[in-house]
């Protein structure tokens, strides 16, 4: 049963409120989701993902993407799901995507590049020095396993020694490993630096492990988790966390800005978590095929109350 | 149910400064220094205030030590530690009277 009663303001009025705009700036980002489908079913995913989906970007939509990639300023393409790697067309895309000459990011669950036919990913993510940026939630085993499902833990420590072996997180390689933290529950995740050296720390003595760079993010009060705050009781008092968090210095480099995401069906959002809460850009559906580039610099943002999660202690960038 | 203790009494802390607002300032001010970052990190701090709060039986610091151990990274198990710390020591204090006793025992005896 909720017992927490604060009054939290919407987050569109804490922004005018501080008299604070969400305009989007050049768009630099293109993030691909390519699909639902997961081997795993992490109770803190804000998409539901999981091996029960469905839902695959087809190479239709994913030649549309690159068409407009090829006619914008875009630098960076982010590869995201779901298990990007469940998506038969990645090594294709990959090849895209070096192909137009673009910086390439793989979001990666660990267990699926380890435990999965992943070959002609992992080729190609030596060859066109992709940047594996991986979930690894806790060094503790019961956090990990109990927010990602019972085994992960042994599995992503497998997976980064896989990935160091490859060269990735080792100096001069050019092949970087980030890792990504969110917590094991309701609550804000660790002072970033402080988790960085830590994790840095325990993971080179404890394994052998080294990685880049550790980014901590707070959990996005949608999908799977948005279910389990509801049914735990702890929704209210999660959303006001955030909302007392909240820091105004946070809002002009907030990833909105110049981040474009596609969905697996090829409609465009703000972020990822807009697509989540299926809030599209410019609050009206609007598909690939309707758009001839990637130009939006100085429309409104898309917002709704599950941004306090990326304007809550250092945000979300 | 009536009860002495409320969940939702710990946010009104503050309001303590209500009355004698300068020797609440200066306690909070004070408070503040101690938990940051020092020669132990803002983690060793929480786990430390954690253990004090279930050795005093403080529910008010359980619960804020609790989610500030968790949010600064900390886990169950280190937090379980901790609290073996406490109790150990607690128990250990009692035990260690226990040298008292057998000294006035083995005077007084035969």
Redesign the interface.
Known sequence: METNTDQIPQFIQTLAARKLGLKRYKTRICQLNLGLICNQACKHCHLSAGPGRTELMDRETMAAVLDRIGKSEIEIVDITGGAPELNPHLPWLMDQVAGLGKQMMLRCNLSALYELKTDEVKERLETHKTTVVASFPSLNLSQTDAQRGGGTHDLSIKALKMLNDMGYGQEGSGLALDLVSNPSGAFMPAAQDAAEKRFGKVLYERFGIVFNHLFTFANMPLGRFEIWLRKTGNYHSYLSTLHKGFNPCTVEGLMCRNLISVSWDGYLYDCDFNLAAGLAMGNTPLHISEVRDFSFEGRDIAAADHCYACTAGAGFT | MDTYYS??DLPKFEEIGKDAPELAKSFFDYYGQVFS?GEL???EKALIALAVAQTIQCPYCIDAYT?AC????S????MTEALHVATAIRGGASLVHGVQMRNIAEKMSL
């Open positions: 969940p939702q970052e990190t803002e983690r989610r968790l949010e600064k990274g886990n169950l198990a280190e």
